[in-house]
Structure formats: structure tokens, C-alpha cells
């Protein structure tokens, strides 16, 4: 199970054994070495991903009376970041543990902040 704030999904076993990698290593003291390959972890991760993004939305202005009020407020975006997910999930499963927690990163669309001077017309 991994979860984060807002959610929850699970990966089942079989979808870590798809990623499971046993290196073989005759003669030496650990004759097998097990892992998880990133690649396949990330793919795995991506309908996670795209359960926790969220797109961020700039505010809405409106022109009326000479006067600009706002029309919707803007709202913060979040994403996961898919690297540190991917070693999350590794070191709770080679540690034995049976969840693991995701952070997201909030984000806000770039654009210029209002002003409080009146704008021109013509470009609204």
C-alpha cells in the first residue's frame, strides 16, 4: 500500500515481482542478489502519479465598473515526484515493510502577479 496526503493506492505483489531482479553471483557469500528495477517501478507509478497530480490554475480577473475583481481564485497544483517515489517503494520493500508514504510537490503557474493599476482595454 502506498499512501499519500488525500489518497491511497495499492501495488500489489504481482506488480513488484514484475519488477523484482535477481542477479546471480556463484561463489560468493550471497550467492543472489535481489532489487527492483527503477525502470518498471516508475511505469508502475505513473496511474499513481496521475491520481495525486493536480494541476494548478491561475486566478480568474474580471473588468467591471473600471474596477478588475476576481473572478475564481487561483488554486495551488501538486505532483508527485516519481524519483523519490521510486526509492520509497524500493526501500520499503527491501526492508520487508508492507506501505510506503509519498510526498508531493506543490506548484503554482508562473504568471506575472496583478497590479493594482487599470489596465488597457484593449488588451483585456
Known sequence: M????????LLGRSD??????????????????FGLDRDVLAKLLTPVADQICVPAVNARFRLRD???????EAT?????????????????V??????????????N???PPPTRERPDSATM
Open 2 to 9: 502506498v499512501t499519500w496526503h488525500g489518497g491511497a493506492a
Open 16 to 33: 513488484l515481482v514484475w519488477a523484482l531482479t535477481i542477479s546471480p553471483h556463484p561463489g560468493e557469500a550471497e550467492p543472489f542478489v
Open 66 to 72: 473600471g474596477e478588475i475583481t476576481i473572478a475564481a
Open 76 to 92: 495551488e497544483g501538486r505532483e508527485l515526484d516519481v524519483a523519490s517515489a521510486i526509492q520509497a517503494v524500493a526501500a520499503a
Open 94 to 107: 527491501m526492508a520487508g515493510r508492507t506501505g510506503s508514504s509519498f510526498r508531493w510537490s506543490a506548484w
Open 109 to 111: 503557474r508562473s504568471s
